[in-house]
């Protein structure tokens, strides 16, 4: 069975899987993500003749400050601004961009949510990945801001994930989204965005993320530490979910989130959080 992540060794980029069961709803969906063992509380539960430990870690989880540098979907004052780090040849990414847009749309009017899109390309799973990061964005460069986000939808459509994406459908896509085809070309064979998708790498790695989808919660006010861990333990203990894929910030600002989640988990902590 499949994980619902892709995931890499933190540092040395390299492809790894480690499977483990996630019970959602009845359904068994294997996969998780190891962390190391941080500045945690633990809360355990007696069951069945046995103990299950459930280890939040607490840890700095410092990321980029978001910025107009950032391409951002909603308020950038939102409530709660989730940064996504994504792998455009990740099926589980391609999944959860779909997510993420079903929870724009129910959070965004009213400013409770908004969305960061930063690249996190795992390059030993999917050697095209790193150059469709610089095409998205060279559609941002050319195109602002809508640009970038038609262009991210348009390749999340058009792709079936795992390197299957033709690199000659890059420029197709650009026109169809209205870019200036001869523009994109010239941004894309030059390189110019090498850079950037690095440093946006280096931030999901640095921050703790080790595969995609990787998100990272970031609330405008500062959270019930407690009260954020004991809804993230009551989910572990309810699902199934490995402790592992959640960790929080020590100064109480910042959730982050490892896997393909489920709707009504996100939405539920951006309600947490928003609060």
Partial sequence: MSSPMETEKNGSRAAIGIPLAIVIAGIIIAGAVYFSNKNSST???????????????????????????????GNPNAKVVIVEFSDTECPFCKKFHSTMKEL????????????VYRNFPLE?????????????????????????????DRIYAVTNS????????????????????????????????????QADL?????????????????????????????????????????????????DSHRVSVSGSMPAAFMQDLINLLAK
Avoid at 168 to 189: E, H, M, Y
Avoid at 221 to 231: G, L, M, Y
Wanted: aromatic letters at 8%.
């Fill in 43 to 73: 809360i355990s539960k007696n069951g069945a003749g046995m103990q299950q430990d459930t280890t939040i870690a607490v840890t700095d989880l410092t990321i980029k400050p978001i910025s107009d540098k950032d391409y951002i979907r």
């Fill in 104 to 115: 724009l749309d129910a959070n965004a009017k009213d400013g409770t949510m908004a969305w």
């Fill in 124 to 152: 030993q799973l999917h050697s095209k990945a790193p150059k469709e990061a610089e095409a998205l964005l060279c559609a941002g460069k050319i195109g602002g801001s809508n640009g970038f986000w038609n262009y991210t």
């Fill in 162 to 197: 795992n390197d299957t994406l033709d690199p000659a459908q890059l420029p197709i896509i650009a026109k169809d989204t209205g870019l200036d085809v001869t523009a994109f070309n010239a941004c894309l064979s030059s390189g110019e965005m090498k850079s950037l998708v």
């Fill in 202 to 250: 280096d931030d999901a790695i640095t921050s703790g993320g080790t595969g995609t989808p990787y998100n990272v919660f970031v609330a405008n006010k500062a959270f019930d530490q407690k009260e954020v861990e004991e809804f993230l333990v009551k989910n572990i203990l309810q699902y199934g979910f490995p402790t592992d894929l959640f960790a929080i910030s020590n």
